[in-house]
């Protein structure tokens, strides 16, 4: 187990997050001592590259915003680039335990692409309104698609295995919400093995939540489109790897 | 038509072709970009010399008022090129996106083969 982790990049992108970012990295070093953490600064104003720098994470900065698919992809870039078999996406505002990182890289062990699941029994993570219908929704046309009942299509913290890292590297989607639903169909058309584990959702550190109604019923229109395009566009292939 | 009329059609596609040609000269146009507005200053200028032909052209659709094709087709061409442009900024974003990217590992590498360097000159200076 110990060995797999070693072989685990870390990756948290970042915007305007040095209110937490030192944080969680410190947290990850605690619970994972030796792990490698890539914090992707997506062109944030105010310290968070030093902060996490301090911290003793790896921090690539990018010049202007890509969005988190664009950060990720960049991680992803990177994992291929120094040899890492799996990936873990990791909020940098300290909602996702890194402590759960443990159980996400143990389930690559029989799937592709893991996600920790906010709903799925533990915590108490609640949403309410449009947001909730429209994750309901996700959650049974994803689903279906990935042949695997998923409860939480829209979680970002989920962890990449070596098939999934290689397709990810050229094929992620860099739009808003492409990141997670999008990213969810890329890989069940490319015939990775999708699975959900469960796992404990905290409040912020830092930042402010985004639950304005007006926001949730945008979020609800996004997120269909984002879904009925992601289904509509052709299906790609993961590249063999040149190791 | 007037006089007047007739030639401040053709004056203005001239202008309009002029400006393009212009443009195109001095490479503040790439020739891929110009070639929809060559052809539409080409053809209202055609119109312009020649009332009848739009008349002809009219009458071979079946449009009654001929000045309705003249306005179907410069709202189609226009329609077409911002369509283009919109395609071409998609295009434009992803390579930049790219490069943004690139631009981030690249800056990474040099940040580590710079701290090993200054690894190798203390060691150097202590050895």
């Not at chain 1, 792990?35 to 590259?49: H, N, P, R, Y």
């Not at chain 1, 279906?144 to 098939?163: M, V």
């Not at chain 2, 329609?79 to 295009?91: G, I, M, N, P, R």
Request: glycine content about 8%.
């Amino acid at each position: 187990m110990q060995h797999a982790l070693d072989r685990t990049l870390i990756v948290m992108p970042a915007l305007n997050e040095a209110g937490s970012v030192g944080e969680v990295v410190r947290e990850v070093f605690s619970s994972l001592p030796g792990a490698t953490v890539l914090v992707v600064d997506d062109g944030s104003t105010d310290a968070t590259t030093a902060v996490a720098r301090a911290a003793g994470a790896i921090v690539a900065t990018l010049p202007f915003n890509l969005g988190v698919g664009g950060a990720m992809r960049l991680g992803f870039r990177y994992a291929i680039d120094r040899g890492f078999d799996n990936v873990v996406q990791l909020d940098s505002d300290g909602q996702h335990d890194p402590a759960s990182i443990r159980r996400l890289v143990e389930a690559l062990d029989g799937a592709d692409l893991v996600i920790g699941a906010r709903f799925a029994g533990e915590g108490d993570y609640r949403v309410r309104g449009p947001r909730q219908w429209a994750m309901k929704v996700l959650a049974a046309v994803l689903s279906r698609s990935a042949g695997t009942p998923l409860t939480d299509t829209t979680s970002g913290y989920r962890a990449s295995g070596p098939r999934a890292v290689r397709l990810f590297a050229t094929q992620y989607p860099a739009e808003y919400l492409g990141d997670t639903i999008e990213a969810l169909v890329i890989a069940a058309r490319a015939g990775c093995v999708i699975t959900q584990v469960p796992v404990a959702m905290r409040p912020r550190q830092a930042g402010v939540p985004s639950h304005h109604p007006f926001r949730a019923a945008a979020f609800l229109a996004r997120a269909c489109l984002a879904l009925v395009f992601a289904l509509a566009r052709p299906a790609s292939s993961i590249q063999a790897g040149s190791k | 038509m007037t006089l007047a009329s007739y030639i401040f059609g053709i004056a203005t596609a001239l202008l309009g072709l002029i400006v393009v040609i212009e443009m195109l000269r001095r490479h503040r146009l790439r020739e891929r970009h110009a070639v929809w507005w060559l052809i539409a200053g080409t053809f209202a200028l055609l119109v312009g010399v020649f009332p009848n032909t739009l008349r002809w052209a009219a009458g071979l659709f079946g449009i009654e008022v001929p000045i309705n094709l003249v306005f179907f087709v410069s709202i189609a061409t226009l329609f077409l090129v911002c369509l283009q442009h919109s395609a071409e900024l998609t295009k434009l974003e992803s390579k930049a996106r790219v490069l943004a990217e690139q631009n981030a590992l690249q800056e990474l590498r040099m940040r580590a083969v710079e701290e090993r360097l200054a690894e190798l000159i203390e060691e150097r200076k202590a050895g």
